[in-house]
């Protein structure tokens, strides 16, 4: 591994310290690509047995579309709604002409170009941690979101190549009032990152907030911006089989400016869904097809996800479960009917662990292959998930960059050149040799092999005499030491300035009705 730009400029820094900064050994930002094909866990006809029955959800149930807006614009373009009802149905033709306008590949712009990234049959893009309400760490506890965390997670998701987009807000900030909230979470955004970030989709008037605050930092104009995707946002439905009024309203105005809406159904098994897998999946995507086809009703041809967050629950308490073998089944369903659609698809880094154990490892890695190997795109909640989504974890997050890390060597193509079959030293060695000492070998051990994070590789003497310590307590120092070398992204000031002076006014303007 080559050490990246963020570790240069530091020296001052360093000598001013008695306890200097370790360098942070990783790749440069890239775009990564899966180098295999996604492996199909039913068969192509079983696909469409879930779509057609999809298609006669929405033909003949239909769905709750409580904005009127939205039914307008779904009348307009051919659905039955009648005056005064919610229940929205659509024709199989309809649907199927609405879907068929959405674009297989679209660019998300960041603020920094070489930050910006692709979505397309093959890219995969790995987001930090959203909308936990509390956060963790070993030294304080557990506690409710605040902005001095919040910001911290944003240093840490800015610093880590591997994270390729900011996501939403890591932990809600619960200390800042929610009518000014999304000002100064995305004016953090702005000043402390350079990637691309999610905002939230609640209501027209943060939509509205969000997309002026983009454009300045941009430096764009709102003509420049409609063809230009810089910022994404999760619709989720209200399953079963409802669109609120929030949500769509900012789908709808999303998608008028051309940015990018990722169109996701919660659908727990046995809860809010059929308890079966299949029946699960059918509603799922009864509703993201309903989603997806309202976004190019608003506009065809805007950037838009498919996005899967079909789970199961713990029937004896109804509570969430997550990394569970039904989970990565969804992930590779969900991953299938994308494909069948030519659309982007969207699954999550997930686990139901209270605390940075044994299980948090073994349901984020399941969750993590049912993703990669289901066809994922976006990754969303990529690093820091714990409690099923309620916690947003300091060492969680060492933990999943570790593992997203690992996951990204994997990706990378085996070599069989001249050189990587190494024959000659085979034949230089011998039979009952080593390979320690050959010329082969010294020009490439230092960055041969993936160096992990958090693994203790030391015998188990060595690891005693240490003190014996824990996965949770090296992400612990990990993530101290890894804070302490951040540096912010540059802003130009007179874009700085102008946010600062946008976010004045909408504070003093009252910033947003909460009450929905």
Known sequence: MTVDRLTRGRRRRRQESANPVPTIAQHPFQQLKRPYPPVP?????QVEHIHQASLKLLSETGLDVLHDDARALMKKAGADVREGVIRVRFDPGLINEAIATVPSEFKLHARNPQHSVTFNG?????????SAPNCSDTDRGRRAGNQEDYRNFLRLAQMHNILHVTGGYPVE??????????????????????????????????????????????????????????MFSIINTNSPLQLDIP?????????????????????????MAPVTIAGAVTLQNAEALAGVALSQM?????????????????????????????????????GQLARRYGIPYRSSNVCA???????????????????????????????????????????KTMLDIDLLQMVSEFLQPASTNLDDLAVDTINEVGPAGHFFGTEHTQ????????????SDWRNFETWQEAGSPITIERANAEWKSRLAAYEPPSLDAAIREELEAFTTRRKSEGGVATDF
């Open 298 to 334: 608003v506009r065809p041809g805007a950037p838009v996800m498919y996005g899967g967050f079909t789970s199961n629950v713990d029937m004896k308490t109804g509570s969430p479960a997550f990394g569970t073998p039904e989970y990565m089944k969804a992930q590779h369903i969900g």
């Open 443 to 454: 020009n490439r051990y230092r960055d041969a092999f993936y160096s992990p994070i958090l």
């Open 41 to 45: 866990i039913i068969s192509d006809d």
């Open 353 to 395: 662990a209270n605390t940075v154990d044994a299980q948090a490892a073994y349901e984020t890695v399941f969750s993590l292959w049912g993703a990669i190997n289901g066809g994922v795109n976006m990754l969303m909640h990529g690093a820091g998930w714990l409690e099923g989504g309620l916690c947003c974890s300091y060492e």
């Open 247 to 271: 949500m769509t309203q900012g789908l709808i105005a999303l998608a008028e400016m051309g940015q990018l809406v990722v169109i996701t159904p919660f659908t727990l098994a046995g809860a």
């Open 173 to 230: 900030p619960v200390d800042i009032h929610p009518s000014v909230r999304h000002l100064d979470c995305i004016q953090d955004y702005i000043t402390l990152t350079d990637k691309a970030y999610c905002i939230y989709a609640l209501g027209e008037d943060r939509v509205s907030d969000a997309i002026e605050m983009t454009r300045i930092a941009y430096g764009l104009t709102s003509d420049q911006m409609r063809d230009q995707a810089c």
């Open 122 to 130: 093959d890219n995969i893009v790995f987001n930090m941690m959203a």
